[in-house]
């Protein structure tokens, strides 16, 4: 079985990945800070963003597998990684902007989030109930 809907979005996620690691190399080599935050704001943020999106990505990405193995129509997997990445996007740049503080953004970000991972584990304990009611 290929996964091409789902590595589509993992690859996306991966870049996103990129983006964000370099943005906290960049922001390490104008504070200074070789190791830890110090107590920069600026750093924080940015490897809060980087490590929040770490910290979500490999569940949600696994959920998006599975429902597509489970054979989810091939346009509901893509509403729900377009979502996913919006989010993921939206919720870097509210950190990465207001540094921590309240940012629309981050706000829209983390809810989409949200919702990505609600839908995608709501989907695929359905799809096991289902195939565990047919079975028996």
């Known amino acids: 079985m290929t996964f091409y809907i789902s590595g589509l979005y993992a690859g996306l996620t991966g870049l996103l990945l990129l983006v964000l690691s370099a943005f906290v190399v960049a922001v390490r080599a104008k504070t200074k800070v070789g190791i830890g935050d110090g107590q920069q704001p600026a750093l924080v943020a940015a490897m809060r963003a980087q490590g929040n999106l770490i910290e979500y990505a490999p569940l949600v990405l696994l959920l998006l597998v599975m429902a597509e193995a ?3 129509n091939a346009m ?4 729900i990684g377009v979502v996913w990445l919006v989010g993921r996007i939206l919720h870097a740049f509210g950190m990465i902007t207001a540094q921590g503080n309240v940012h629309p953004g981050r706000l829209v970000g ?3 989030t949200w919702i990505t991972l609600l839908v995608l584990s709501l989907l695929n304990c359905w799809y096991w109930a ?4 047919l079975a028996s």
Not at 76 to 79: E, F, P, Y
Not at 130 to 133: I, R
């Open 76 to 79: 509901w997997l893509h509403i």
């Open 70 to 72: 489970a054979h989810l």
């Open 110 to 112: 983390i809810l989409l």
């Open 130 to 133: 289902a195939s565990y009611w």
